[in-house]
């Protein structure tokens, strides 16, 4: 697998673009977050991987090259674990359809939601 001539995190749509010799990529940064590589969220098995909920909202605050073969992705709620080899995003961008398809999925049967919760002691109604 060719490592990427450049990657470019967009702010805004919050994608992460990979620009290969055969071809470019976008991906979004919450489907980086909810498949990321790491055991805390894939386990050690497929029994033991862990479904992430609350991550629309996610976004990436650095990325930090790991040899010439990965990146470490740092997400803004803390995760940081998890080594995004070359191949691994590449396939993540391919089947990017199959992989959300799954994770909407997963998240009806377990009754779970995107969206990020907000904890009762942080909300103020205006008066």
Sequence with gaps: MSRPEKITYHKQSRTLELKFSEGDYEIPAELLRVYSP???????SNTERRLQTGKKHIAIKGIEPVGNYAIRILFDDGHDTGLYAWAYLRDLAENAERYWRDYLAELKTANATRLPTIPVGQWTPKA
């Design 38 to 44: 790491s055991a805390e969220v894939r386990g050690h």
